[in-house]
């Protein structure tokens, strides 16, 4: 495993037409490319994730489990606008000698694919066995596997959509307007806007999760109580935590992005775009999932030529794509399988 920066030495030209000078890709990589450049995998990830899928995304990728660095080369990019090593609007603007903050130019998901094909090329590699990922992850992937698809052979969407829905973009507004009450995104330093972040991660919260497993998890045990009730500890402990680890410059940005997603924008339809992908795809749905439901999925595998679709069970809701890696990776091991990527299946049948 290692950690690496990408200097693209160009202006990086925006879908919107403005610019970004002396961007910085932050990445990492496991294993090794085979001599027949045919094991990579590339992951996608989501909206606060970073470049180290062995971090975030365990039970699906690690030493013992089905992606490893012993049988495939993984590749993980930090996206743009991300403040994990890649250019985002904490970065130094090249220009003033200044942070971008709220100057720096607004970006689509479409932009964030283009940056995984700049990397991509600068590693040599011309083809991807297989491109992953879930939420914000699957739109990359999916614009991606659209805008080159002679590059992409396999292609898996998790909870994720061709159009970002007008109930998930009014679950970012939301955030973005408790961004906006906390008076020091304005000022223009570091942890501006930390508070409003806080609140923003709450209400997020509320659409990654469900009434369900709230009612599990945070249930009071007491008759009695009055304040101080579980679930509000659970709302202020995981804000602070993302307050902590994120900023909120980022958040307003990505959040923008993914609000932007559309693989119609400029095709005749959104049909017609998802007509172009090549890959062999596999679409997986979340059952409980409130932010990208099932339906969102089942679009896109009726509409992409080559792919099939299927659904899990999910207590969890939308974070079931990182949490239900068990059965994920069945799914995923049938799906090899049929596509004649498996060899050793003793191997794999520990891991379903």
């Given at each position: 495993?290692?950690?690496?920066?990408?200097?693209?030495?160009?202006?990086?030209?925006?879908?919107?037409?403005?610019?970004?000078?002396?961007?910085?890709?932050?990445?990492?990589?496991?294993?090794?490319?085979?001599?027949?450049?045919?094991?990579?995998v590339w992951v996608c990830h989501a909206l606060t994730a970073n470049s180290d899928v062995f971090e975030w995304w365990p039970g699906l990728f690690g030493e013992k489990d089905l992606f490893n660095p012993k049988d495939y080369f993984?590749?993980?990019?930090?996206?743009?606008?991300?403040?994990?090593?890649?250019?985002?609007?904490?970065?130094?603007?090249?220009?003033?000698?200044?942070?971008?903050?709220?100057?720096?130019?607004?970006?689509?998901?479409?932009?964030?694919?283009?940056?995984?094909?700049?990397?991509?090329?600068?590693?040599?590699?011309?083809?991807?066995?297989?491109?992953?990922?879930?939420?914000?992850?699957?739109?990359?992937?999916?614009?991606?596997?659209?805008?080159?698809?002679?590059?992409?052979?396999?292609?898996?969407?998790?909870?994720?959509?061709?159009?970002?829905?007008?109930?998930?973009?009014?679950?970012?507004?939301?955030?973005?307007?408790?961004?906006?009450?906390?008076?020091?995104?304005?000022?223009?330093?570091?942890?501006?806007?930390?508070?409003?972040?806080?609140?923003?991660?709450?209400?997020?919260?509320?659409?990654?999760?469900?009434?369900?497993?709230?009612?599990?998890?945070?249930?009071?045990?007491?008759?009695?109580?009055?304040?101080?009730?579980?679930?509000?500890?659970?709302?202020?402990?995981?804000?602070?935590?993302?307050?902590?680890?994120?900023?909120?410059?980022?958040?307003?940005?990505?959040?923008?992005?993914?609000?932007?997603?559309?693989?119609?924008?400029?095709?005749?339809?959104?049909?017609?775009?998802?007509?172009?992908?090549?890959?062999?795809?596999?679409?997986?749905?979340?059952?409980?999932?409130?932010?990208?439901?099932?339906?969102?999925?089942?679009?896109?595998?009726?509409?992409?030529?080559?792919?099939?679709?299927?659904?899990?069970?999910?207590?969890?809701?939308?974070?079931?794509?990182?949490?239900?890696?068990?059965?994920?990776?069945?799914?995923?091991?049938?799906?090899?399988?049929?596509?004649?990527?498996?060899?050793?299946?003793?191997?794999?049948?520990?891991?379903?």
């Amino acid at each position: 495993m290692s950690i690496s920066t990408f200097k693209h030495p160009k202006t990086f030209k925006l879908e919107s037409g403005k610019r970004i000078k002396d961007l910085e890709i932050s990445y990492h990589t496991y294993g090794e490319l085979n001599d027949r450049k045919d094991n990579v995998v590339w992951v996608c990830h989501a909206l606060t994730a970073n470049s180290d899928v062995f971090e975030w995304w365990p039970g699906l990728f690690g030493e013992k489990d089905l992606f490893n660095p012993k049988d495939y080369f993984i590749v993980c990019a930090n996206i743009i606008g991300s403040p994990y090593g890649s250019t985002n609007p904490l970065s130094i603007n090249p220009t003033t000698g200044q942070p971008y903050y709220l100057s720096f130019p607004q970006f689509s998901i479409r932009d964030l694919a283009a940056a995984h094909e700049l990397l991509a090329n600068h590693l040599g590699i011309e083809k991807i066995g297989l491109a992953i990922g879930g939420s914000l992850g699957g739109q990359q992937a999916l614009e991606w596997a659209i805008a080159d698809p002679n590059r992409i052979e396999k292609l898996i969407l998790v909870a994720t959509n061709a159009v970002h829905s007008p109930w998930g973009i009014a679950f970012n507004e939301s955030q973005r307007l408790a961004i906006s009450t906390d008076r020091t995104f304005y000022a223009n330093k570091p942890n501006g806007g930390a508070k409003g972040l806080k609140t923003a991660r709450s209400i997020a919260l509320l659409s990654y999760r469900g009434y369900d497993i709230y009612g599990a998890t945070q249930l009071e045990i007491s008759n009695e109580k009055q304040d101080d009730f579980k679930a509000s500890s659970y709302q202020n402990y995981q804000g602070e935590k993302l307050a902590k680890r994120f900023n909120a410059y980022s958040y307003w940005f990505l959040s923008k992005a993914m609000d932007s997603h559309n693989v119609g924008r400029g095709q005749p339809s959104i049909a017609d775009a998802l007509r172009r992908v090549k890959a062999k795809t596999l679409v997986i749905g979340i059952s409980k999932d409130l932010l990208f439901p099932a339906e969102e999925q089942k679009f896109l595998a009726n509409h992409i030529p080559e792919a099939s679709y299927v659904e899990i069970d999910s207590f969890y809701g939308h974070d079931g794509f990182l949490i239900e890696t068990k059965q994920i990776t069945a799914q995923l091991t049938g799906f090899l399988k049929r596509n004649g990527e498996l060899e050793n299946e003793t191997f794999y049948e520990h891991l379903v």
